[in-house]
Nanobody
């Protein structure tokens, strides 16, 4: 599978942005999918994952504000981000892991990555 992100851009603190990721290939439905982010000078961190069956996991810092979703018919993955904070300025990446999401929270668990899309939140 290959991944291409879109969306992102700039928002004010407290604002909203949506990210999308389109996957190529006919086996998308067999992949655990995730969104990660990497701020300058920091390590890449998981934001949210969604399983083959639609089960979701979120980083504590985004719970209640971000929503991850997938549409297997469209090979798409989305991340709706609300109440954004300046410290969430980062490059956001879509990632794929074949099979279960069980235990998949580290970037090393995901084999396929998109090119990233920039999110900038101003105060």
């Amino acid at each position: 599978v290959q991944l291409v992100e879109s969306g992102g851009g700039s928002a004010q603190s407290g604002g909203s942005l949506g990210l999308s990721c389109i996957a190529s290939g006919s086996t998308y439905r067999n992949y655990c999918m995730g969104w990660f982010r990497q701020a300058p000078g920091k390590e890449r961190e998981a934001v949210a994952t969604i399983s083959i069956g639609g089960g979701t996991s979120y980083a504590d810092s985004v719970k209640g504000r971000f929503t991850i979703s997938r549409d297997n018919a469209k090979n798409s993955l989305n991340l709706q981000m609300n109440s954004l904070k300046p410290e969430e300025t980062a490059m956001y990446y879509c990632a794929a892991r074949y099979g279960s999401c069980s235990g998949a929270w580290q970037q090393s668990e995901f084999r396929t990555w998109g090119q990233g899309t920039q999110v900038t939140v101003s105060s």
